[in-house]
């Protein structure tokens, strides 16, 4: 049998951030299996770095015109599926983060003449918990989901509080986000190693530094460690709180041991250098950076909050502890420290998990059967031929 080659608009952020990491992966992975994949957004993802011959890129131009104080993205992009759509001839254009692509693509199908495209929509977090929760976007989110052919939330929690917030009653299937093992394995970079001195302990962070992930709360509880252990803190990323994080690390002293690296485009190289990882966030609707580190066998130290715990297997393959509890984060930090045997154990744990729960290759083919699903359910595009994975 010849499986339907499913053409596949994905719009995405393209900036440092899960939904659009995610996104990238998942257009490259199928690719790979020799789907032909459209990325619309407003730059080149930032991992989208390969070249490959069945992945296109469309970048949505916005008009500045001095009437606009905001210029109307969501127009913008609209226009562009519509013409990628035609042009192209998509079988499904899959938003990943609601806010606005969901809406531009229900409104680029009503655009379309004579042809038909299934909408579908991930759900990553924060397009729900903050944006699509506040008053200017509630109706807006509710409406638009209930116009999509399919919705999936890289959660339970997530699907819940999608539920509860929103309050739409359209299916959503949860779909987990995924990790390749092979690029995020458990060798580290010889280069990065170097980031380690003699006899300490590297602890790590990976985020976008806005005020859900609490970054000043890694430096209360680093400067705890570091009374009673030499410490490494590697502080990765760039976002709004990094000045706030920089001023409390030189006024607890301990600015020595942080380094801010910003933005890293290879992740999987540093992240193996690793003792642990540390997410202290407000909440996560799923913690895809979490995910990373336990893939290369970096137990995790998080909060008991929003996804998180549906990740980290606390007392397992890291620690939980409440939010905003300094006291609790550091303990956490220092037992494992202070125990080599369960630190490795914690660290092979965190990898089977990641292994058995959220390999690449048992996820690629949820979403695949989630296409078929949609693609079958009226319109009879693609029947059985669709997607063997
Ligand atoms: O963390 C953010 O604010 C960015 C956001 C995004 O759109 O990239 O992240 C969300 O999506 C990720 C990928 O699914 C999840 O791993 C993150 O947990 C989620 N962030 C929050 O819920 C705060």
């Known amino acids: 049998m010849n499986p339907k080659r499913l053409k596949i608009g994905i719009a995405c952020y393209p900036t440092y951030g899960g939904s659009g990491v995610l996104?990238?992966?998942l257009g490259i992975a199928l690719a790979d299996e020799g789907h032909e994949i459209h990325f619309m957004s407003y730059e080149s993802p930032f991992r989208l770095t390969e070249f490959h011959s069945n992945i296109f890129y469309h970048q949505v131009g916005v008009q500045e015109y001095p009437l606009f104080k905001y210029p109307p993205y969501a127009l913008a992009?609209?226009?562009?599926?519509?013409?990628?759509?035609?042009?192209?001839?998509?079988?499904?254009?899959?938003?990943h983060y609601?806010?606005?692509?969901?809406?531009?693509?229900n409104l680029a199908r009503q655009m379309l003449v004579g042809r038909d495209v299934k909408v579908v929509a991930t759900l990553h977090g924060t397009d729900v918990t903050i944006v699509g929760n506040d008053p200017s976007y509630r109706r807006v989110m509710r409406f638009s989901l209930e116009q999509a052919d399919g919705v999936t939330a890289v959660s339970s929690y997530l699907k819940n509080e999608t539920y509860r917030t929103v309050g739409t009653s359209c299916p959503i299937q949860v779909i987990p986000n995924f990790v390749d093992l092979e690029r995020f394995n458990v060798q580290p970079c010889p280069e990065a190693s170097k980031l380690r001195q003699e006899n300490e302990r590297v602890l790590i962070h990976v985020s976008n530094f806005r005020p859900?992930?609490?970054?000043?709360?890694i430096i209360e509880a680093t400067a705890q460690v570091a009374k009673s252990h030499p410490v490494r803190l590697l502080m990765v990323g760039d976002g709004?709180?990094?000045?706030?994080?920089?001023?409390?690390?030189?006024?607890?002293?301990?600015?020595?041991?942080?380094?801010?690296?910003?933005?890293q485009d290879n992740i999987e190289k540093i992240l193996p250098c690793a003792d642990l990882f540390l997410l202290p966030s407000q909440f996560e609707s799923f913690g895809l950076s979490a995910l990373e580190a336990m893939a290369c066998g970096v137990p995790v130290i998080a909060t008991a909050s929003g996804g998180l715990s549906e990740v980290v297997e606390d007392e397992r393959t890291g620690k939980l502890f409440p939010v905003g509890d300094i006291e609790a984060f550091s303990l956490a930090i220092k037992d494992l420290l202070d125990d080599d045997s369960k630190l490795k154990s914690f660290g092979t744990a965190a990898r089977d998990r990641a292994k058995e729960l959220f390999r690449i290759d048992?996820?690629?083919?949820?979403?695949?059967?989630?296409?078929?699903?949609?693609?079958?359910?009226?319109?009879?595009?693609?029947?059985?031929?669709?997607?063997?994975?």
């Open 23 to 25: 996104a990238t992966e």
């Open 77 to 95: 992009l609209a226009t562009t599926m519509a013409e990628v759509c035609d042009l192209h001839d998509l079988d499904i254009m899959h938003v």
């Open 98 to 105: 609601a806010i606005p692509h969901l809406v531009s693509a």
């Open 212 to 217: 859900v992930k609490r970054v000043t709360d």
């Open 240 to 263: 709004p709180d990094r000045p706030a994080a920089e001023k409390r690390a030189r006024e607890l002293g301990i600015s020595d041991a942080v380094c801010f690296l910003g933005s």
């Open 362 to 389: 048992s996820v690629i083919p949820q979403y695949m059967e989630f296409y078929r699903k949609i693609l079958t359910e009226d319109s009879g595009i693609g029947t059985q031929e669709v997607g063997t994975t």
